[in-house]
């Protein structure tokens, strides 16, 4: 039985909790290396037995996991890797994150999260493994920095479930084996709450500087996302840290002030540099990382106004309830069909459970660091739940991976408190008997509703699922009056079935290559998007996606391996040259080789611009992605969202005197170009950067380098990308397009079209 100092409190409230631990010190006694050694697999003296094997034997799990055929996705999202491949060939490139070795333009975000992996290229060779595995990596030191967090200031047993249960969030395990930038993001966001934690307990300032400075590194990586959580984290320390108000504020004035010169130092440099001698800012219409920054990855990201970005930019009506073209916005934005899969198995969970934390700790002191622990993670979770529940601009499944550590803390940390609680015997140990039985029950019911959602995929879980879950909850409700071996059996039964609905969806992300720009977690699930390597099959409803990306009303999936992509005034399937058709040019019945690797391939049909999104949405791109290609290489958009197969002939021809070229060739788009640079490893020019719409380079400049022969050859995309989803048919890349056809001799090379940009067509 529990005692607990009851004095006076206000009807209603519990029981004060015990004080909590102070901070634990390191056994400093004896340094000797057996010591030392004997420590790291014992952990500390007040731990269990078990405690420290079980943090090894995690890790070891996350490892395996997130390494297993981590080669099997090739070079992934092909847009960041070229980039990779041209910062291992050159610094300059490496520094700005440009996406070739010549520096002509960079990636649409900065370069931090690049780093890693062109350092390993450079280190082992330009390989999958060697751009993935610093990506991998991280997601093991994520979870381990999250297990230190939580076990500072609860138990071990918060901290491993904590950790596992991000191990296993699907979107966790899908970004940590991919090279998209959010693996890093994460990372820098857990290690700024623990520093935040740290510097809670005593108020000491260096916490709160490397909290700082973390975020700085964050912003580098993927800009004003890092800072999504710094306002409830610095409002907590001002509230809660041990110290007087003005050193609170000092202190967190000198945070900000690391924060800024962590992050600001690159971005003052690139501003600075004359922009003569540097690669275009890629994403931004002015060759500027403020514009960028403010814009199309800023602001542009909550009002939906992102000029350049896939549509042309603005804000426009989605879906009824608020939607926009990245899919309809509101409260229940993250449940929808493709986002619950991902992200939202113990979401309820975590609501119900920080409740519950702040239930139990809100009568403690001001400076109690188990309660600051739930504001803090709590915080961090519901500014990011809001911020991508109502976002207009673009926003893609994988965003997801930033909440998963944010719920695993919550989930870790309630359900530890109110397991320890419910020997109370009082109304409070009653009270946490019963909503750890509605935590447990509800969980079970939503992953039956999830798993539902792909209702031929191993239809028996989802029951197994839901009798455990309503088990496991009926013997919580009387866990307190159990034996210790039944009741810990009970727990472990809850867990189970909590976390099995996950570990399903994570093992079918592993074993699934994924490619592309737009990939998800989990297998195919009805009216939203999933498995197959590149994120499968497209559906209507809530998708992440423009609806008009969502495919034909008459898109027909033929799945047979190897199919090419065809549309009437369409986009062809993703094959050499796969882009979008110009404007005022569309190709009648175009057709593109599909890319994909053994899987089947769709082929859509779609009637021009009456193309229909599944949801009754116009199609933005008519014939783009039709509703088959199950399990094909990324579902289409052509160029633009996934690269093209270079065959052999076409990277041969490339290859020729390569070495008298800045550039072997330039292409509409980064995933176009990035696909023939990673197959010659020589510089591929992306005319217009991501989208195609950048201003980059001018018809003048582009003039220019092929009068100094600069530049071999032209790819062409089959219809033409024109200016690009949002450049038009007048824009740069359109009259570069025009230009060149009219003024240099075409090459055909199997289904791939050249331009041999020292070879003008004959006057006659």
């Known amino acids: 039985m529990t005692t607990y100092d009851h004095g006076t409190r206000e009807a209603g409230a519990p029981p004060p909790l015990p004080a909590a631990a102070p901070p634990i010190a390191p056994d400093v006694s004896d340094v000797s290396g057996g010591s030392r050694l004997a420590r790291a697999w014992r952990g500390r003296p007040e731990d269990p037995r078990w405690a420290r094997p079980a943090l090894w034997a995690l890790l070891a799990v996350t490892t395996v996991l997130y390494m297993w055929s981590l080669g099997a996705s090739g070079y992934a999202n092909q847009f960041y890797s070229a980039a990779v491949q041209a910062g291992s060939e050159s610094w300059k490139a490496f520094f700005f994150g440009s996406s070739d070795a010549a520096n002509s333009i960079t990636?649409?975000?900065?370069?931090?999260?690049?780093?890693?992996?062109?350092?390993?290229?450079?280190?082992?060779?330009?390989?999958?493994?060697?751009?993935?595995?610093?990506?991998?990596?991280?997601?093991?030191?994520?979870?381990?920095?999250?297990?230190?967090?939580?076990?500072?200031?609860?138990?071990?047993?918060?901290?491993?479930?904590?950790?596992?249960?991000?191990?296993?969030?699907?979107?966790?395990?899908?970004?940590?084996?991919?090279?998209?930038?959010?693996?890093?993001?994460?990372?820098?966001?857990?290690?700024?709450?623990?520093?935040?934690?740290?510097?809670?307990?005593?108020?000491?300032?260096?916490?709160?500087?490397?909290?700082?400075?973390?975020?700085?590194?964050?912003?580098?990586?993927?800009?004003?996302?890092?800072?999504?959580?710094?306002?409830?984290?610095?409002?907590?320390?001002?509230?809660?840290?041990?110290?007087?108000?003005?050193?609170?504020?000092?202190?967190?004035l000198l945070a900000g002030l690391a924060m800024v010169i962590s992050g600001g130092w690159w971005v003052a440099i690139v501003e600075l540099w004359p922009a003569s001698s540097r690669p275009y800012i890629g994403g931004s219409q002015n060759n500027s990382f403020l514009e960028l920054t403010f814009g199309y990855n800023g602001l542009g990201r909550i009002n939906g106004n992102e000029t350049g970005s896939v549509g042309g930019g603005g804000a426009r009506g989605g879906g009824g309830g608020g939607g926009g073209m990245w899919g309809e916005t509101g409260i229940d934005r993250l449940f929808g069909s493709d986002m619950g899969g991902q992200i939202a198995w113990l979401l309820p969970a975590a609501f119900i459970l920080l409740v519950a934390g702040l239930w139990l700790t809100w009568r403690a002191k001001r400076t109690?660091?188990?309660?600051?622990?739930?504001?803090?993670?709590?915080?961090?979770?519901?500014?990011?739940?809001?911020?991508?529940?109502?976002?207009?601009?673009?926003?893609?499944?994988?965003?997801?991976?930033?909440?998963?550590?944010?719920?695993?803390?919550?989930?870790?940390?309630?359900?530890?408190?109110?397991?320890?609680?419910?020997?109370?015997?009082?109304?409070?140990?009653?009270?946490?008997?019963?909503?750890?039985?509605?935590?447990?029950?509800?969980?079970?019911?939503?992953?039956?509703?999830?798993?539902?959602?792909?209702?031929?995929?191993?239809?028996?879980?989802?029951?197994?699922?839901?009798?455990?879950?309503?088990?496991?909850?009926?013997?919580?409700?009387?866990?307190?009056?159990?034996?210790?071996?039944?009741?810990?059996?009970?727990?472990?039964?809850?867990?189970?079935?909590?976390?099995?609905?996950?570990?399903?969806?994570?093992?079918?992300?592993?074993?699934?290559?994924?490619?592309?720009?737009?990939?998800?977690?989990?297998?195919?699930?009805?009216?939203?998007?999933?498995?197959?390597?590149?994120?499968?099959?497209?559906?209507?409803?809530?998708m992440g996606g423009p609806p008009g990306m969502q495919g034909g009303q008459q898109g027909q999936g033929q799945g047979q391996q190897?199919?090419?992509?065809?549309?009437?005034?369409?986009?062809?399937?993703?094959?050499?040259?796969?882009?979008?058709?110009?404007?005022?040019?569309?190709?009648?019945?175009?057709?593109?080789?599909?890319?994909?690797?053994?899987?089947?391939?769709?082929?859509?049909?779609?009637?021009?611009?009456?193309?229909?999104?599944?949801?009754?949405?116009?199609?933005?791109?008519?014939?783009?992605?039709?509703?088959?290609?199950?399990?094909?290489?990324?579902?289409?958009?052509?160029?633009?969202?996934?690269?093209?197969?270079?065959?052999?002939?076409?990277?041969?021809?490339?290859?020729?005197?390569?070495?008298?070229?800045?550039?072997?060739?330039?292409?509409?788009?980064?995933?176009?170009?990035?696909?023939?640079?990673?197959?010659?490893?020589?510089?591929?020019?992306?005319?217009?950067?991501?989208?195609?719409s950048d201003p980059s380079p001018t018809l003048a400049q582009f003039k220019e380098y092929v009068k100094q022969g600069k530049i071999h050859y032209f790819i062409s995309s089959g219809t033409g990308m024109g200016g690009g989803p949002g450049g038009g048919g007048n824009g740069t890349s359109s009259k570069i397009t025009t230009w060149i056809e009219a003024t240099y001799k075409k090459v055909t090379v199997g289904s791939t079209t050249l331009y041999d940009l020292t070879q003008k067509k004959s006057s006659s």
């Open 368 to 542: 109690d660091t188990r309660r600051a622990a739930f504001l803090v993670w709590g915080g961090a979770l519901l500014m990011t739940f809001a911020t991508f529940s109502f976002m207009s601009g673009i926003f893609h499944q994988y965003y997801n991976v930033a909440l998963a550590p944010y719920i695993a803390a919550i989930v870790g940390m309630g359900a530890t408190m109110l397991w320890e609680r419910r020997q109370a015997e009082d109304r409070v140990g009653t009270a946490a008997s019963v909503v750890l039985a509605v935590t447990v029950a509800v969980t079970a019911y939503w992953s039956y509703v999830l798993l539902g959602r792909s209702a031929d995929w191993h239809p028996w879980l989802r029951r197994a699922v839901l009798i455990a879950g309503l088990a496991a909850a009926v013997g919580l409700l009387f866990a307190a009056r159990l034996g210790r071996t039944l009741a810990l059996g009970v727990a472990a039964l809850g867990l189970a079935a909590a976390l099995a609905g996950p570990v399903a969806y994570t093992l079918n992300t592993v074993e699934t290559p994924k490619s592309g720009s737009i990939i998800t977690a989990g297998p195919t699930v009805s009216g939203g998007m999933g498995g197959g390597p590149g994120g499968g099959r497209p559906g209507g409803g809530r």
């Open 562 to 692: 190897g199919q090419q992509g065809q549309g009437q005034q369409g986009m062809p399937g993703g094959g050499p040259g796969g882009g979008f058709p110009a404007a005022g040019r569309p190709q009648q019945n175009g057709t593109g080789t599909g890319t994909g690797n053994g899987n089947a391939q769709g082929q859509g049909q779609a009637q021009g611009q009456q193309s229909q999104g599944r949801n009754g949405q116009r199609g933005m791109f008519p014939g783009a992605m039709g509703e088959g290609g199950r399990r094909g290489m990324g579902g289409g958009m052509g160029g633009l969202l996934n690269g093209a197969q270079v065959n052999a002939k076409v990277k041969a021809k490339l290859e020729k005197n390569a070495d008298d070229y800045t550039w072997v060739a330039a292409a509409i788009g980064s995933q176009n170009a990035a696909s023939y640079q990673l197959a010659t490893q020589d510089p591929v020019m992306a005319i217009g950067g991501f989208n195609g």
């Open 107 to 252: 990636v649409d975000k900065p370069p931090a999260a690049l780093w890693p992996m062109a350092l390993s290229v450079r280190v082992f060779g330009l390989s999958s493994w060697a751009i993935l595995i610093p990506e991998a990596l991280m997601g093991v030191a994520t979870v381990g920095v999250l297990y230190a967090a939580v076990r500072r200031r609860f138990s071990a047993a918060a901290g491993l479930i904590a950790g596992g249960a991000l191990a296993v969030t699907p979107v966790a395990a899908l970004m940590f084996r991919f090279n998209n930038p959010d693996a890093l993001l994460c990372l820098l966001m857990v290690a700024a709450v623990y520093c935040v934690l740290r510097a809670l307990e005593d108020a000491r300032t260096k916490w709160l500087v490397l909290a700082g400075i973390c975020f700085g590194l964050g912003f580098l990586t993927k800009t004003l996302q890092a800072w999504l959580i710094l306002p409830p984290l610095a409002v907590v320390y001002a509230v809660c840290a041990p110290a007087r108000l003005g050193r609170r504020i000092g202190q967190l």
